[in-house]
């Protein structure tokens, strides 16, 4: 049987995990913040995780998912997504978690974001 990767995908039904030492549901992480040569994964339950990863491998992971990148150092659930506001840049997500985004990633998110499903703030 073949060891399961440091850092993959699972799938199990209609579940998807990210595994590291434990299994994270996908659904259950909120976004990705970096920090040099590290990730956080902002979880639902309140937990922050520390993984000592770079963002880059994690886009990569997660890019064929409800994940994007906003800026160099965020990576969003868009399930996760509440409001815009453009004011600050920002976008507010679940557990009032909030990300900057940056000019070039924010005509991309208009793209793929159904903004009827979303509050964009002026």
């Known amino acids: 049987m073949n060891p399961i990767p440091k850092f ?23 976004m990705l913040e ?3 040569n590290y990730t956080y994964f902002h979880l639902l339950n309140g937990e922050k995780v520390i993984i000592s990863r770079t963002m880059k491998l994690f886009d990569n992971l997660l890019k064929d998912y409800a994940f994007t990148r906003i800026h ?6 868009k399930s ?5 506001d453009a004011v600050k840049e920002c ?16 005509r991309i998110l208009k793209y793929t ?5 979303i509050l964009w703030e002026n």
């Open 8 to 30: 993959c995908i699972i799938s199990k039904g209609k579940m998807d995990f990210i595994y590291q030492k434990k299994k994270i549901l996908l659904t259950e992480i909120i």
């Open 34 to 36: 970096a920090n040099a």
């Open 72 to 77: 160099r150092s965020f990576i969003i659930n």
């Open 80 to 84: 996760h997504l509440k409001s815009y």
């Open 91 to 106: 976008i507010l997500l679940s557990n009032d978690l909030s990300a900057m985004i940056s000019r070039r990633k924010k």
């Open 113 to 117: 974001v159904d903004f009827r499903e």
